[in-house]
């Protein structure tokens, strides 16, 4: 990594409140910009998110928005309204309140005397997802923006709901840590010390925990249309650079913007990262100059500059070569490929069947197949990716092709087709595909889920008749990868996949055709092409943040089984960055725990549970503490859902919060 301090303009910082359209809610701002925009005005680059500017968002900010300042912008970071240091309440995620404040912001930034009139939008998963929305607004100034691991269906590909699946490991965890989260205080270094507690309290009051709505709607209605630009591609305007990793639940959003939106306006950029921005040298690498690759695009479509992004191909993707599995890779072998066109030519369709017999095969996986999944949202933490498969194989059925006899490189989404009936009405069906070594070692290349309810589309809930046979095809996650000579190709197939998909209430199996099923792989034929390069990572000077390591070291991931009774257990500590000392002396000290258990033969057996603590001091006078937890279970009818919160301010309680909710389970 290189760190640069010296740049062609001077940088300047300043903290500023930008006014919304109701006249009552200003937004915290932090903006970095040229000291001499005024004279010589500048393009806006805007980052909007709820994660507070001014402690936990702090370091990436320091990498990114000074370095873009030095190089000819004003880059500015916005606390969402009600988080951070902004006035007002929090809302639902990328409600209309949220949307409509950010195309206020980014009118209020083209109209600043140190602005061109030219605005871009960037950021990772929250600030990538608004991004995207509020280009579907099209608001005047926005011309560009940078979309880095985040969706355009908020249904079918985010943490709530996966091949209308239930996503258990993300719908309950992400729930919990947005309660935390949305539970602290402002800085009172920003708000002022007598604000601090009215602010806070305001707060506090109007919190409902997102699980409420996002059970409530368990097909795609509505409530997941807003936000979701699959609806109308067509809507956006502004360029985009969307960007991706294959260890991130959100790649498939790149390939269908490069596909759907025209190619004069996009660009699409998939690594072998997890979910991370692509400079910050987390596993697995290789990390690239992804603010040099930005820096193109910016200068490109806000200032007019042709920086030859346009002639790069449409579609830049990473090929990995076979790896043995790990949880794990500093640096993943392969190679950059690059495709003109989207669905690409160089892309053809191999349909295997998965075998040849008539006689059905019967599906019937103990409940806790999934336990070695790996972590939905890989951080580059040590435990994140899928180890070994061999074990969750073993409590799947598998289907083998003959070893290969040469290299077989795929890009794009595989999809299966699976011949079955179920025993139930309701069932969810899982696809992985594995790479399997000459010595058994299986390495998880891609996966896919179907929930059998959403069959005929996901806004629909249509129940099996059991002794039935149907065809049903769904699609793998994409995935660009190299299956070696000597391997075989194998397809597992479960009907059960803890923590990631909760399970039905009746304990089900599926029969299985395997001469009337198949898998299609998206197989790319080598061509000649020029070679992909990217300059080496640079950031702005790290911020100087100290971290602690925690007293007590625990497992990021501890499996346990209870051998009498068949309950197996799966903590998780998300170690999203524990706790640290700013150098404005503020403390932030961090400890979350998620906890998932259920029995071999139990569906109903599965509970949920995220738990957090939150601490924010500085000196004598601030102390802040949030104590949140969030728990879901079933029964075979309803989802029970329990969250509650505690906060307090130098030891005394500022509020105290408790939850209890039921919801009908209509078809998750």
Not at 360 to 367: A, E, F, G, I, N
Not at 424 to 443: E, F, I, K, Q
Request: with cysteine.
């Amino acid at each position: 990594m290189k760190y640069r301090d010296q740049f062609e303009r001077q940088v300047v910082r300043e903290d500023v409140w930008i006014p919304t359209r109701d006249g009552n809610t200003r937004l915290h701002a932090r903006v970095w910009r040229p000291a001499d925009a005024e004279s010589d005005p500048v393009p806006a680059l805007l980052e909007y998110l709820p994660y507070r500017k001014s402690d936990w968002t702090a370091p990436r900010d320091a990498q990114r928005h000074p370095w873009y300042a030095g190089h000819g912008y004003a880059s500015v970071r916005v606390d969402i309204r009600g988080h951070g240091d902004s006035e007002g309440t929090p809302g639902d995620e990328y409600d209309v309140q949220e949307l409509a404040d950010g195309v206020d912001v980014v009118n209020w930034l083209a109209a600043q005397p140190w602005c061109t009139g030219k605005v871009g939008m960037f950021g990772i998963s929250w600030g990538g997802f608004n991004s995207l929305q509020i280009a579907a607004l099209a608001p005047e100034p926005l011309k560009a923006i940078v979309t880095v691991c985040s969706t355009d269906d908020r249904y079918d590909n985010d943490v709530h709901y996966t091949g209308g699946a239930l996503l258990g490991i993300d719908m309950l965890a992400w729930a919990g840590t947005m309660l935390a989260f949305a539970s602290r205080p402002p800085d009172p270094a920003s708000v002022g010390h007598d604000r601090l507690l009215p602010m806070w309290r305001e707060r506090l009051e109007a919190l409902e925990p997102f699980l409420h709505t996002w059970l409530a709607h368990q097909q795609r209605d509505d409530y997941w249309r807003h936000g979701s630009v699959c609806e109308d591609y067509d809507a956006i305007d502004a360029a985009v650079l969307a960007v991706g990793g294959w260890h991130d639940p959100y790649r498939d959003t790149v390939l269908r913007l490069v596909e759907y939106l025209p190619g004069d306006r996009v660009r699409g950029l998939i690594g072998p990262w997890s979910h991370q921005y692509p400079d910050r040298g987390l596993p697995p690498g290789p990390a690239i100059g992804f603010l040099q690759e930005t820096l193109r695009w910016w200068d490109q479509h806000l200032k007019g500059i042709d920086t030859g992004v346009m002639r790069e191909p449409l579609l830049r993707a990473w090929i990995n070569d076979p790896v043995p599995p790990a949880t794990s890779y500093d640096v993943m072998p392969g190679r950059w490929v690059g495709d003109a066109d989207w669905p690409s030519p160089s892309v053809t369709w191999d349909e295997r069947p998965l075998g040849t017999g008539e006689d059905p095969v019967l599906v019937r996986s103990p409940q806790h197949t999934g336990l070695d999944a790996g972590r939905f949202f890989p951080f580059g933490n040590a435990s994140d990716l899928p180890p070994d498969q061999r074990e969750e194989d073993g409590r799947s059925v598998c289907f083998d092709s003959a070893p290969l006899t040469e290299r077989v490189e795929i890009l794009g989404r595989p999809r299966v087709r699976l011949r079955l009936d179920s025993a139930t009405p309701r069932a969810n069906v899982v696809a992985r595909l594995c790479d399997v070594a000459p010595d058994g070692s299986s390495t998880l290349v891609t996966r896919g889920v179907l929930n059998l309810l959403s069959r005929h589309g996901r806004d629909q809930a249509v129940e099996w008749t059991p002794g039935t046979y149907e065809d049903v095809e769904f699609e793998l996650n994409g995935i660009g990868y190299a299956f070696p000579p000597g391997h075989r190709i194998r397809v597992a197939v479960s009907d059960a996949y803890w923590p990631w998909v909760w399970p039905h209430g009746e304990r089900g199996e599926l029969s299985v055709v395997p001469a009337r099923s198949s898998l299609s792989l998206p197989v790319r034929e080598p061509v000649d092409e020029p070679p992909i390069r990217f300059a080496e990572p640079e950031q702005a000077p790290p911020l100087p943040v100290t971290y602690d390591l925690p007293a007590e070291p625990r497992p990021e991931r501890l499996v346990t089984h209870d051998v009498a009774t068949g309950e197996w257990t799966l903590e998780v500590d998300p170690n999203y960055g524990g706790s640290r000392t700013y150098p404005d002396g503020l403390r932030y000290e961090e400890s979350a725990r998620e906890t998932y258990r259920i029995r071999r033969d139990d569906p109903l057996s599965a509970s949920a549970v995220s738990e957090w603590t939150i601490r924010l001091t500085r000196g004598e006078d601030e102390d802040a503490e949030i104590v949140t937890r969030t728990e879901l279970r079933a029964t075979a009818a309803d989802f029970i859902m329990d969250s509650r919160i505690e906060a307090r301010a130098n030891g005394e309680t500022v509020a105290k919060r408790a939850w209890h909710r039921t919801t009908p389970r209509t078809s998750a």
